[in-house]
């Protein structure tokens, strides 16, 4: 299947280059209003009988705003469009479940996206005692691209027709790579220089196993 979309929206809000959010009185002074244009599409192949089945999807999307007003103050970027905090250009995901035989399946997850857009601090220097920091303009970078694979390994109990409560046990890799996708990048300036620092959560595999109990006669699932 396919599907295609384009949306496009007028007087979205945007905060203007190095608004004081939370120290303004006044934080009516630091919107400013632009235009969001947004644009997919999505491809997306399904197998549901076998032994072997899933899916695999993916999208190309882009999500852009421009604000340009009639005065230098009232622009962001100079009035060029930038990708919004949530741009994700590519997207894959794959979803797999092979069933070994009665008891026992395995099941695995692919997930890939493009980075999302953030703005970095390009420079710093100092003024009457007081670092000032120079930025890009606003989502000029990205963050690494985000990957990740997980597996799982289902085992059942007692296939008994006649009973009503039987158990099975669940193993779970989550990220089976321990690749360290990168939630957010901050910078500390140290003697002089911006240094990044990338913060990871789960930045490891992490193993679980659980037993589950499921209720209700077998025969009529």
């Given amino acids: 299947s396919a599907e295609v979309y384009l949306k496009k929206i007028h007087n979205i809000a945007e905060y203007k280059q190095s608004a004081d959010i939370i120290g303004s009185q006044h934080i009516e002074q630091d919107i400013l209003h632009g235009k969001l244009d947004a644009y997919g599409i999505e491809f997306m192949l399904e197998k549901e009988t076998g032994k072997l089945n899933g899916w695999i999807s993916y999208t190309f999307s882009r999500s852009e705003i421009t ?19 949530y741009d994700k250009p590519h997207a ?4 797999m479940n092979y069933r070994v035989n009665r008891r026992l399946s395995l099941s695995g997850n692919v997930v890939y996206t493009t980075g999302r857009p953030v703005t970095y601090p390009v420079s710093s220097y100092y003024l009457r005692g007081q670092e000032i920091v120079n930025y890009s303009q606003r989502n000029t970078y990205r963050l690494p691209d985000y990957f990740r694979i997980d597996l799982s390994l289902n085992l059942e109990g007692n296939l008994k027709a006649r009973k009503n409560i039987h158990s099975y046990w669940m193993v779970n890799i ?8 990168a939630y957010s990048v901050y910078f500390r300036s140290e003697e002089g220089q911006l240094n990044s620092y990338r913060l990871a959560i789960f930045g490891t595999a992490i193993v679980s196993l659980s037993w589950n109990f499921k209720f209700g006669n077998y025969a009529s699932q």
């Fill in 92 to 95: 894959l995901n794959l979803v």
């Fill in 174 to 181: 989550y990220n089976l790579t321990g690749r360290k996708n």
């Fill in 67 to 85: 604000v340009d007003g009639a005065f230098p103050w009232q622009r962001i970027n100079g009035g060029e469009s930038y990708p919004t905090n």
